[in-house]
């Protein structure tokens, strides 16, 4: 046995602990506080009744908005129980949350919301001999997985959200995922749990043998004894398992065929297994024993490609034969969406030819690589024959006698490979979700599940249903189970749009009966499906349900609404829209940057669908969104948070312009970083860095902007003095006292280093030293512009630069007219600044690109700005064009070396040395972080490239005494990669990273930015 616990990965101190630390992550009225007060008395956790939390879990990743009475944040199951009495005495609702990244609408309610996934969220014990292990429900399965690897074992269920939803979440869905074929729903895996009951009773559910029940069960005892007693009328209802249709995957309804399966087959009343798919409506599990499976030893995949989708849907029920561990299908609709993205288009031209109706990506598991490609050939050799494969089929194979559907194949076998093809399947969906207009794909029917071999007629009378409601939806996801994503597009904010949406609903749902199917197999009832249970499983099962909520929960008060509900107070689908007829938006104000590709502000500040993937974490989600989130575990720092609280203060949910009041900015934008990362890993791109610099901006004309904005915007500026000033400018931060003093007066955090100025700027020695390379001599010419770190305090990355550009034969010139790029004033909130800043460089550089000239950075923030952010400053004024030429023909230094493979001809004498890469954020938003990577590798170094993310610097952040503790929150999830990797020294490009890596325990000096690694590693 095992034990571990605090699995969640973060960095352990809460930022708010520091002093200096301004927030408390709440905001605005707080309701109710004689409750509040009530039930802080009663608990350890936290209890957060403010305005600003109660809207940022009034969402989920469904189309619907409820605020909740408040929001408690337990420690243990005593705390449960003391919140969970105290709501019953006085009728007062009950919603226990996970991640919130349900579809369909059951973590949100007007209830006192439980969020598990914050404190309790231990893995408690494992004993891996047993296949067993007990943790407490907020742990993500990502954790619970990652701390299981090692004993080669794993919770099996995968929801594809699993790094980020939590165990709690999967019993409150029954969840699974692609691989459910293999495995089958949480139901399965669910051994026991502890929960607490309606009353607050804390008590412990585990199957017990059917002819023990009468001993347990009393219509009169207590509430456990009479949730007994219910049990035990339902495993005598004769009817109720033909009412159930026959399918792997269906979480419509209570799991009643279970129960009864279980009872017949096993002899056992599993109770755990029950409270599987019950959405948090029975009972409130505080930990859960669940069983575990070995990780497979290897895995194969096939692609197979048809010319339409009916064509693939045929064809699963004979894949289906060979008994693949998952099918997944991805329709023309996504397939050619991606193919217009810089991300996945090269990806699906290469993998798909343009004109395919449909792919079906087939997995299989196997004890070795020889084995997996035998499956994989056997496959084909039955279902797209003629196809070359790796592997000679073995002979004994299965043959279906079902017609050649596919068109051609592919497979797939070592990890990066598979991951590409995984990729493929990923692809079309961020585009279908980033939709900015009012018509969205919507998640309403987004999950129906058919029997397998009636996926073709289905499929065919599901289009025919669209078609007759005059829209449109792609067909992707599970079809080995038979469970289909389709959204369709649909606009909630018009009256007609609801009314097609419950049409397209009822239509479904009366499909899915003619077909033996459920209208959900996957993501739950909430209050999309819930009125469709009666259509779906009659009248009779429809009154057992509420019978059984009634012995679990007398009162109701349990996530009320959800799976079934009262005669008196129907679930309505189409009440409590996030958006609906009656919303209206008002940004408050006229932006300053350019929205056009985004459908104007109003398109960004919507575009958020809750889904969650920004709570992810660094161990086991990796990328850059949201660091914020990563160091204190906090809804409201997770990008979402961001995205609900203005949306909503937009929308007129909050207070009137509360979006410009300083609480909002202290609470909601200030923690935003600006890194960026959700700009690329949101599957929406939400872009809260732009909406932060749009509303920054907007409260600097209202309220003012303080002494150290404007030092901090105008850093290039005050850096010019300090160097014109070295070495007295540096000595002035030395003197005994002086950094205090600093801190009071400006607020810049003591313990910070703060730069040293040089005399001798980069600029000035490049002057002095002139061009090596004559510009008649070079086939490329670059204009090396001096950023502001680089010129005025570590110039040494400037000089590495000119070196390693003049080995690769360019001309280099380092331009004395330009003033730094804007990116200080811009991240700031001073767009009117930097919008200056903006024209002044196009104007200079545009021409001189005409000419021939590429423009190259040192620093990849100050090289993003000119490639990316120059274009929301000036796209719709006079320079857009010739932003637009700048933009194209800008890089970050190693950028340009790599995209140009400038290296190529070029001599290396490289130290033996393992290097660790730390990107820099912006870098990685714009998808140019790799560059880097190549160019020290080909340079003769060895390279580990963290999947790291944002450093917590971000510029002045890091500076800002208030923001001292969260930055270095950030910073420590950075430095836990570092000391685990095992290069044997960091390099990182960005200035702002070196100075936070430098400042680490460890660190004897600032790391070198790369350009200074390929500088080394030149030959003499
Ligand atoms: C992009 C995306 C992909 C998804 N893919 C899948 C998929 O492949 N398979 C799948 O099954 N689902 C999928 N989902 C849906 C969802 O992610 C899963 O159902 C997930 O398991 C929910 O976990 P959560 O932590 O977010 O739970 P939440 O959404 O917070 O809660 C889910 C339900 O469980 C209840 N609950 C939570 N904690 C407790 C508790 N302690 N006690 C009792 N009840 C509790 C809640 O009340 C709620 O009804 C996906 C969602 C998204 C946004
Ligand atoms: S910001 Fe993006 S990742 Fe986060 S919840 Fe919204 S859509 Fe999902
Ligand atoms: S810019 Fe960075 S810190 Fe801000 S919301 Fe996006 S990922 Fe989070």
Known sequence: MSSESGASGTSSDDPRSDDRAAYDYQGGDVARPGLVADLQSLIDGEVRFDEYS???????????????????????????????????????????????????????????????????????????????????????LGHLNAALADDGLKFAPDPAWGDKSVLGGAIGNNSTGAHSLQYGKTDAYVEACEVVLADGTVTTFEPVPVDELDELADPDGGLEARIYAAVRDLLDDEDIADAYPDLKRNVSGYNLDWLI?????????????????????????????????????????????YDDLLDAMEDVAPILDHDPAAVEVLDDVLLDLSRDTAEFGALVDEMVPTGTGAVLLVEFYADDDAEGREKVADLLADRAPGTETLAEPTGDGVQTDAPIRAASADEAHGEDEREQFWKLRKSGLPILLGRTSDAKHVAFVEDTAVP??????????????????????SFYAHAGPGVLHIRPLVNTKTEAGVAQMEAIADDVT??????????????????????????????????????????????????????????????????????DPDYEFDAGFEPELQWDDENGLQGMAELCHGCGGCRGHQDTTGGVMCPTFRAAEEESLSTRGRANSLRRAMSGELPEDEQFSEEFVTEVLDLCIGCKGCAHDCPSEVDMAKLKAELTHEHHQREGASLRDRLF????????????????????????????????????????????????????????????????????????????????????????????LEAAGVHVAVPASLTDSGRAAFSKGFLGKARETARTNVADLAPRVEDGWDVVV?????????????????????????????????????????????????????PDEHLTYHGHCHQKATAKDHHAVGVLRRAGYRVDPLDSGCCGMAGSFGYEAEHYSMSRAIGEILFEQVADSEGERVVAPGASCRTQLGDRPDADAEPPHPIESVADALAE
């Open 261 to 305: 399966e279980r009872a017949r087959e096993d002899g056992v009343v599993d109770v755990p297994g029950l409270l599987a798919g019950s959405e948090g409506t029975l009972a409130v599990v505080t930990e859960a024993e669940v069983s575990l499976e070995p990780v497979p030893e290897t895995k194969a995949l096939a692609l197979l490609r």
């Open 510 to 579: 009366d499909l899915v009966v003619e077909y033996g199917g459920s209208v959900s197999g996957e993501h739950g009832d909430g209050r999309a499906r819930t009125q469709w249970n009666r259509k779906l499983y009659g009248d009779d099962v429809w009154e057992t349900f509420r019978d059984l909520k009634t012995a679990f929960d007398p009162d109701w008060l349990l996530n009320p609404g959800q799976v079934v509900s009262r005669p008196d107070d129907p679930t309505d689908m189409t009440e409590h829209l996030r958006f």
């Open 452 to 473: 397998p071999e009636n996926l073709p007629e289905f499929v065919a009378d599901f289009r025919a249903v669209l078609d007759e409601h005059d829209t449109y939806a």
């Open 54 to 140: 109660r809207e940022q879990y009034a969402t989920d990743a469904s189309i619907y908005a409820v605020t909740p009475v408040g929001v408690v944040f337990p420690t243990s199951t005593t705390d449960v129980a003391a919140v969970v009495e105290y709501c019953a005495d006085r009728g007062i609702p009950v919603l226990p949350r996970g991640a919130g990244t349900s579809l369909a609408g059951q973590t949100v309610n007007r209830a006192v919301v439980l969020d598990f996934s914050k404190h309790m969220d231990a893995l408690l014990e494992v004993d891996a001999d047993a296949r067993r292990a007990r943790a407490q429900p907020g742990i993500t």
């Open 858 to 910: 040192v620093e990849p923030s100050d090289a993003v700005m000119y490639q990316s952010d120059y274009l929301d400053l000036l796209g719709d004024t006079d320079d857009a064009a010739a932003a637009e030429t700048v933009a194209e023909n800008a890089y970050g230094v190693l950028e340009y070396l790599d995209t140009h493979r400038l290296d190529a001809g070029m001599e290396f004498d490289a």
């Open 713 to 804: 915007a105008n850093v290039d500026t005050l850096s010019a003095v300090g160097s014109a000033l070295a070495p007295l400018s540096n000595l002035a931060a030395k003197v005994p006292g002086a950094r205090t003093a600093i801190e009071k007066t400006v607020g810049i955090a003591r313990e910070r280093s703060l730069p040293t100025f040089r005399r001798g700027t980069f600029a000035k020695w490049f002057r002095k030293r002139g061009s090596h390379v004559p510009a008649d001599a070079a086939d490329r010419r670059v204009l090396l512009l001096p950023d502001t770190y680089t010129n005025y305090s570590r110039p040494e990355a400037g000089k590495a630069a000119v070196r390693v």
